[in-house]
RNA sequence: CGGGGCGUAGCGUAGCCUGGUAGCGCACAGCGUUCGGGACGCUGGGGUCGUGGGUUCGAAUCCCACCGCCCCGACCA
């Protein structure tokens, strides 16, 4: 009882107003702040810190995967951004262009990226002659500008921070095979890193990439029901490679275009992990990915400068020894009461707490942030129950995020129930479409829902055919539709 | 960009209708007592009342314009 009034008086409940919820967290817990530029936010220390664990985490998996980094220009002529129709159409409602250099105009204007397979391809031109010049397997992290109306911290904001992948290809088959390892890496990466689980498929025609031949994507639900794209990787074909004529002479002697893909992830992320796992306390961070996994709250009562600190201090080194991100919160202008309270709202996956008490019993008492479980740990084994919890943690909290995906995922075969569904419960609805974009119109148009993913065939599991849930013509396109952000 | 709502200290707000010294809580600073779930007392600092213009002797308050934010639609990582 105590603790929920609590709750109610320092933050909005999750519950009850999500978007507000959303933001006061970001702001309390000191993850980002406002900007005074419209759709601008700062990512503050705490927040870019999780950023920096996360593209850490990825860039290693990217790494290994034969991928190198690079860097390429912010500004992109406008000529190269128009060579691919389709692409430029996509893009230029919200691109922010640079016009003057100094007080001299520009003879041409340059586009600040909203993505790079422009300027990119651009070089990629260059570099390529032979088929012993392939694949090229390249990544960039680096910020991108989209002149967005709507804009949220973390989720749409007009400037951001992803990584994009483009590579090129000596055939459709083996670009293909690029675009769906990278698909199972994002999603390996979301489960095992973010404990985000995540569905996967192909977009349809209509939320496709720009000049993307194929859009696969992983998509989360969030605990307001509504689904958020988490990453894609595009099947780009030889679209590009034709307006930007990279040709390469292959094995027989021919001049081929390069098939190409391009893939990528953004801050956006820290905002999927921050609506996934927190509640109405604050922050739930992931063990693999939180700045701070263990924080020691010394109980500062009486001489405990002389009692309790030199043990908390040695603990503190202990697990610094075992490689685990751990902070002492030794200030003595604040309670323990008052630390417990706000480390939760930072999210830190787990506290120790020692006093007085402790020392006398040898112990601590470890308290997680998930479940709010506290435990007394003798301090001898304190090193090992601390990973084996931090890794317990990490389970735990992919388990309820997965539990919750699969309560709010909704098998319906009529539009009634559909629209029902969509109205009163939100969640995502797995069902049939037949593949005709009047009927994703009309779905869009009467319910907000959109198809988020058309199921791969692997993933099907046994459902190979059924009838479309609004025109009812039999289909084998079995498809996840939810309203989005 | 349409429809609605709101801008007063870092945050939350009172005052606006009926023009006349900007107030409160939290946070912040100093001192002291505290400290096992958001401590308490005393003292103190902090305000272009979103911005610009107008009306008026006088504007947070009335009028106009603009800007920003939030919600609901259209557009998007």
């Not at 323990?336 to 601590?364: C, H, T, Y």
């Not at 075969?413 to 559909?418: C, K, S």
């Amino acid at each position: 009882m105590k603790k929920e009034e609590r709750l109610v008086k320092k933050i909005t409940q999750k519950s009850k107003d999500f978007s507000k919820w959303y933001v006061e967290i970001i702001k309390k817990a000191e993850m980002a702040d406002y900007a005074p530029i419209k759709g601008m936010m700062v990512i503050r220390p705490y927040g870019f810190a999780v950023w920096e664990n996360l593209q850490n985490l990825l860039d290693l998996r990217i790494k290994e995967t034969g991928h190198s980094n690079a860097y390429f220009p912010l500004f992109i002529p406008e000529s190269l951004l128009e060579k691919e129709a389709e692409h430029l159409e996509g893009f230029s409602p919200e691109v922010a262009w640079v016009t003057h250099g100094g007080k001299e105009e520009l003879e041409e204007r340059l586009a600040v990226r909203p993505t790079s397979e422009a300027i990119i391809g651009n070089m990629y031109s260059k570099w390529i002659k032979s088929y012993r010049d392939l694949p090229v397997l390249i990544n960039q992290w680096a910020n991108i500008v989209r002149w967005e109306r709507v804009t949220r911290p973390f989720l749409r904001t007009t400037e951001f921070l992803w990584q994009e992948g483009h590579t090129v290809h000596e055939t459709a088959e083996e670009a293909q095979k690029e675009t769906m390892m990278i698909l199972e890496l994002y999603k390996e990466f979301t489960e095992s890193e973010l404990a985000i689980p995540v569905i996967s498929g192909i977009k349809t025609e209509r939320e496709k990439f720009a000049g993307a031949e194929a859009t696969y994507c992983i998509e989360a639900l969030m605990a307001d029901g509504k689904a958020l794209q988490m990453g894609t990787s595009h099947f780009l074909g030889q679209h590009f490679s034709k307006v930007f004529n990279i040709r390469f002479e292959d094995r027989n002697q021919k001049l081929q275009y390069g098939w190409q893909t391009s893939w990528g992830v953004s801050t956006r992320l820290i905002g999927a992990v921050i609506m996934a796992h927190g509640d109405d306390s604050g922050l739930k961070l992931p063990p693999r990915i939180a700045p701070i996994q263990v924080v020691i709250v010394p109980i500062s009562v009486g001489d405990w400068q002389k009692t309790v600190l030199p043990v908390a201090t040695r603990i503190k080194n202990d697990l610094k020894q075992a490689g685990i991100r751990v902070k002492l919160d030794q200030r003595e202008e604040f309670t323990p009461g008052w630390k417990f309270a706000n480390w939760e709202m930072r999210g830190v996956p787990l506290r120790i707490e020692i006093g007085p008490r402790d020392i006398k019993n040898n112990q601590a008492i470890a308290v997680r942030r998930d479940t709010g479980d506290k435990t007394p740990v003798a301090l001898k084994e304190l090193k090992e129950k601390v990973s084996a919890t931090l890794a317990d943690i990490q389970k735990s909290l992919l388990k309820a995020a997965f539990k919750y995906q699969q309560d709010n995922t909704h098998e319906v075969d009529n539009y009634e129930e559909f629209k029902s569904v969509l109205e009163n419960q939100r969640g995502l609805i797995k069902t049939f479409w037949c593949g005709d974009s009047a009927c994703e119109d009309r779905v869009k148009n009467e319910t907000m829902g959109t198809i988020r993913a058309v199921l791969l065939d692997k993933d099907k599991s046994g459902k190979a055919k059924g009838k479309c849930v609004l025109c009812g013509k039999e289909t084998d396109k079995l498809v996840y539709f939810a309203r989005a952000y």
